[in-house]
């Protein structure tokens, strides 16, 4: 009898596997896998334009046909990722402009003028004066045009989507014939520029593109750039050139729009570029004369969104002396195509927006270049390059001279005396008439904590004047004796500085000048110039120089290069560097002022840096936020803001809820509220003293001995960027 077997589901899955397995094994086959199949095309990586954060724009090309602009461009990510999904209804807007040489006729007064290449927009609107502030002088409302750009949500089809992260826009205007409200005539041999910009709510591109239609280039054809905002970044941070709103941030999107033709109906001023930047930086010290011949102040007012009134007659031009042009206009390695078109004297609109159209009680043309240019200037004029200079040449000369401190010791009654000799840049000795006898040397220890405390030695007792001393004709030499200082009776291995504040005396430029020279101090006009100067550092032996001794540096506090990036030859006073503290002590002490809580401000280093008005022009009136209070690398260094490295250090501070009345704080407590102090909340106050810091002392000792802050136990440095929105 035949068996029957029965499978279950499982037996059967097996037995069909090793079925299987042999039908192929009959076949023939090595049981190897097939080879892969072809590459596919890798896929596109995009990210959507309402999940980007950052955004790049750029233009890859453009192209003009019958007067018709069509232009190509691409966004991006920060990372170099496609974004897509652009639409007409982002807030995107489109400029275009030429580059146009232009040639003023001559008429019956003036001979024809060259200008040189200027832009002009193609995209030009009448505007008639609305929201004019009441009550504000100088302002003359009158119809202006103004170049205006073309809104992307104005037309359906302009705007075409390629999906992979490029577009095509094609403008609204035909550029071919424009002759309302101005006559700008193309010319495809001329430099054409597109820009771009483009809103959201987070984040902000601007972009731009020149090309020549004739030959279809867009390397090597006629530009006119002159300034790269990085030059603007020396003084400025990026957020403080956002304008309108937060929506323009190139210059060469801005040039295109504020031309020679464009200007401010409310105020009747121009805010051509040129124009606009050198009037809005002359500030406080632009002027003009009535008929009279009496000076005026002449400030720069223009009137924005809806009547804001923007006064640049507050600014304060850090740049010292004013005329110093290579702070914006930088020339050599990795300038600008045109950076000396400045020097080529082809317009008058620089001059007179420093100077005003009226820029001395002699004049009564605004046409500068008709007597100040190269290549026949009026007789004893020179041009505006060589008035620029003659004010420079002071400056450029006393850095090459040299102020040689030797013979430091004590007189015969204790008194610290050194000698001190003025030297040209060769190396000889400058003789007495031609430095000002005014200026003065001082002296400072401890330099490598926070210089001698206001008791010790007061910076007053510490600083002597070059009349003070004596003089040797044969040597031509200064025997100086701190009379009014007494050398600390700890001195051997302190860190002691001699510091230069002196002075050489030049004649001002001018007409007639043919050249800047040293001159008698005495002589009417002349003007003292400050010598740049290393302070002379040693360390105190036994009562002279330990010559052999390594002197003890400084903490690493601010970049004095920032400083003087932005500031120049001079800041405030004693214009030798960046050296404020040695005579601005933590413990130095309070001035009146009536517009601080309290009436009395401190005057330390520190304070002034932090809280005076110019660094906080974002909240002086002048809104521009030049020097942003939450960037501290904006004069730190990238380690500047270390606490608890001088917890000996004591600061003075005036009470502001008590009349001024003279508080002492602890060290880092201090630091904190030299920008803090306006705004401190009860809570702020039981934070500072729940860890160890002192509002209260009632004297430098008093803190000393309380005093016990743990600060730098969570606000390190990298926490303190954080919190201050680096």
Not at 152 to 169: E, H, I, P, S, W
Not at 321 to 345: I, K, M, R, Y
Not at 533 to 555: I, L
Not at 651 to 676: F, K, M, Q
């Amino acid at each position: 009898m035949m068996k029957r077997f029965k499978f279950n589901a499982t037996s059967k899955t097996l037995l069909g596997a090793g079925l299987l397995s042999l039908v192929l094994a009959g076949c023939g086959s090595d049981g190897k896998d097939g080879q892969d199949g072809a590459p596919g095309e890798p896929g596109l990586a995009t990210i959507n334009i309402n999940n980007a954060s950052t955004l790049k724009a750029d233009f890859t090309d453009a192209s003009v046909t019958d007067g018709q602009v069509t232009v190509n461009f691409s966004l991006t990510n920060a990372n170099g990722v496609a974004v897509v999904g652009l639409t007409k209804d982002q807030d995107l807007r489109f400029g275009i402009a030429q580059l146009t040489h232009v040639v003023e006729p001559a008429t019956d007064i003036r001979a024809e003028f060259d200008h040189g290449y200027q832009w002009q927009s193609y995209l030009n609107v009448t505007v008639a004066p609305t929201d004019v502030p009441a009550n504000v002088d100088n302002l003359n409302p009158s119809t202006q045009v103004q170049a205006s750009l073309e809104v992307a949500k104005n037309c359906d089809d302009c705007l075409k989507d390629n999906g992979d992260g490029t577009y095509t826009y094609t403008y609204q205007t035909n550029i071919a014939n424009i002759t309302e409200p101005l006559v700008v005539a193309y010319d495809a041999e001329d430099t054409q520029r597109a820009t771009l910009e483009l809103k959201l709510t987070s984040a902000v591109v601007n972009a731009h593109f020149d090309w020549q239609p004739a030959s279809g280039m867009s390397q090597g054809i006629q530009t006119r750039d002159v300034v790269s905002i990085d030059s603007c970044y020396t003084c400025h941070q990026p957020d403080s050139l956002k304008a309108h709103g937060g929506r323009r941030l190139a210059l060469e999107n801005c040039v295109t729009c504020h031309t020679a033709t464009s200007g401010d109906p409310e105020s009747g001023n121009s805010i051509d570029f040129t124009y606009m930047i050198h009037a809005i930086h002359r500030g406080a010290e632009r002027h003009s004369y009535d008929d009279e011949g009496a000076q005026v102040a002449a400030p720069y007012k223009i009137v924005g969104y809806k009547g804001s009134l923007a006064d640049y007659g507050k600014v304060e031009f850090p740049r010292a002396p004013a005329a110093d042009c290579a702070v914006c206009h930088v020339q050599g390695n990795s300038a600008p195509a045109d950076a000396a078109l400045f020097t080529a004297e082809k317009s008058n609109t620089a001059c007179i927006a420093c100077h005003s159209e009226k820029p001395s009680a002699r004049h009564i043309s605004a046409n500068c270049m008709a007597c100040h240019n190269t290549d026949s200037p009026y007789n004893g004029t020179g041009s505006a390059s060589k008035r620029h200079g003659d004010v420079l040449k002071a400056y450029s000369l006393a850095e090459q001279m040299h102020v040689a401190v030797s013979d430091i010791g004590l007189d015969d009654t204790g008194k610290f005396t050194f000698k001190v000799q003025v030297q040209n840049a060769d190396g000889s000795a400058v003789t007495q008439p031609y430095v000002n006898q005014s200026s003065r040397m001082v002296v400072g220890w401890d330099i490598d904590k926070d210089f001698p405390s206001n008791s010790e030695a007061s910076y007053s007792n510490r600083r002597i004047r070059l009349s003070e001393g004596s003089y040797d004709d044969a040597s031509n030499t200064y025997t100086l004796t701190m009379d009014n200082m007494q050398v600390p009776a700890d001195a051997t291995g302190k860190t002691f500085e001699i510091w230069s504040s002196l002075q050489a005396c030049f004649n001002n430029g001018g007409y007639g000048v043919t050249d800047i020279a040293l001159t008698d101090c005495s002589t009417d006009g002349s003007r003292s110039v400050y010598i740049q100067q290393e302070p002379y550092r040693f360390v105190w032996g036994d009562n002279s120089p330990a010559t052999t001794a390594e002197v003890a540096v400084r903490r690493n506090i601010i970049d004095a290069a920032k400083c003087q990036g932005c500031h120049g030859q001079e800041i405030y006073h004693y214009d030798n560097g960046v050296n404020c503290q040695t005579c601005h002590t933590p413990d130095k002490t309070l001035k009146t002022d009536s517009t601080y809580p309290g009436g009395k401000i401190p005057t330390s280093f520190a304070f002034k840096a932090h809280e005076r008005e110019g660094h906080y022009l974002k909240y002086a009136g002048v809104g521009s936020g030049t020097v942003l209070k939450t960037d501290c690398q904006t004069c730190h260094t990238s380690d500047g803001i270390t606490l608890g490295r001088a917890p000996e250090r004591v600061w003075r501070y005036g009470d502001t809820t008590n009349n001024g009345a003279e508080i002492w704080v602890s060290s880092d407590t201090g630091a904190c509220l030299s920008c803090h102090q306006k705004y401190l909340s009860d809570a702020g106050k039981s934070h500072i003293e729940t860890n160890g810091g002192i509002l209260n002392g009632t004297d430098a000792d008093d803190v000393k001995q309380r005093a016990a802050e743990n600060c730098a136990t969570c606000h390190t440095p990298a926490q303190l960027m954080k919190i201050h929105g680096n």
